[in-house]
């Protein structure tokens, strides 16, 4: 029995290479509908290219030897014998599932960077922003400041301000002009060029404000400020206030990797700190017949998550990768370098924050709080940090602050953040928090 | 025409459209505020959308730490903020 856990483009197009050749698969996903969080429709498709979702859902709907199940959280797995355990959450019931094969592709999460007022209502990810329009139908706010870095920012601004909210501006962080170091990637990828322009197109015919090497960095509830920085993000200057009820600021993705390194599949550093699964040619771990695709094996984006997953799906049953999948699968890893080099993340934020800026959310802890730790309480690594002040230990397991409480002890230090440091904030023990009582219940049965 | 839902939150009668989350319904009828926080008090709501965060936990007709970004409104449920 093969498993598939999520439904976004990876998962999809790994069930549908599979049913293709007659074999049966299981698709479980937590959320209610497919399509993870690049395909989000309510009802009328927009965007670019998004009608291509259509046939995926298609075929997980009406092909027999495909197995959905929906709205079912995946909080941990085990593994013995080659025999992989699934345990998860269905409306409050506890369930297992077992395979033989597993194809994870659990995707990714915004990246958030901490600035004076990011705990304000109305400061959000623009994934959320984008959630609650696609998927729910519900414009964030009237006034809405979309800032940070990444071309996934253009899709938000464009969603809402057709939406009929007042998108009063983009703020990237780099300048496009930066894509002119990666010639080659543009030149395998014409494609990109041509969403590029569609983006560009709806931006200015919904005249909304495009600023290039600026961002928020600081929230008061009401009033946005705006920074120049540099491309380390270190502030240049200050240079706009804006009135607005909504900052939507993401700097990139976080992969989600909790269930394979519950599992053990080992996991990589890549060149901007991101903490990734090692897979081999034919996306496979390196456990057992564990396959990966999509985000977590590196931030890409969809088109390169569909070849992936694909690929993981035909390699799990054993079937031939055609060379056209190969290669563009390498097309699409040139274009995902391509974009680490557009859109990088410095460390110049770290000095936006002042002493009382939340760095964890959940626990609330300050960053004068994370710095005393190092300096008083002398400690030496993230890990001690957040035993002192309890940073990261909050519901959320440090899948927000967690990287940011690493780069600023490291920077507080004036020494890189280590791989296993970095390997070690991206794990936690269970893949989704649960109750206690399901916890207990879990382990009773064993 | 999609189904109307109502639904309370902290008591006061509130309706969504079927298949909305317990946040996206609340934001669309005007609260700005899931809950309070801990320790300051402060007030939050939905900042990730997607289940990751945790700031707009609720309880849901007795059941805490429930994220009502991911919880879809259902009828007569009871959702009350926690802290
Ligand atoms: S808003 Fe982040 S978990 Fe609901």
Redesign the interface.
Known sequence: MIVIVGAGPAGLAAAKAIARHGVSCTVID???KPGG?YWRF?DLVQGYKSQRAYGYFDELRSNPKITYINAAQVWSATRTNDLVTLNYLQA?IEKSLKCQTLILTTGA??R?IPFPGW???????P??????LK????V?GKKIAISGTGPFLLPVAVGLAEAGAEVVGVFEAHSPLRWLRSPIALAFNPEKFFELLYYAKKIKKLSIPMKFGKVVTEFSGSTAFVSRVNSELSIKRSSDEIQCDVVASGWGFVPDLSLGGILGCKEIVSVDGTVIFSVDRNQQSTVGNIFIAGEATGIGGSDLALIEGEIAGLASINKRIPFTLRFHRARKQLFARALIRSYPVGNGWQKWLDAKTLIC??E?VSCSQVLSSVVELKAEDSRTSKLFTRAGM???QG??CSRNVSEIIAGAKGVPVADTERISYSNRPLAA?I?LGSLADGIGEK | MTRRISFSFNGKPFSGEEGQSIAAALLNSGVTELRKTRFEGEPRTIFCGIGICFDCVVTVNNVANQRSCLIEISEGAEIVSQQ
């Not at chain 1, 998927?135 to 519900?138: E, K, M, Q, S, Y």
């Open positions: 937590a959320a209610s969080q309510r409050g999460y915004d958030s705990e304000k209502p109305g400061s959000m990810t994934g959320a922003a984008q959630a609650l998927g729910h139908g519900v964030v959310r959940c609330e909050g519901l959320c899948r927000v928090p109750s």
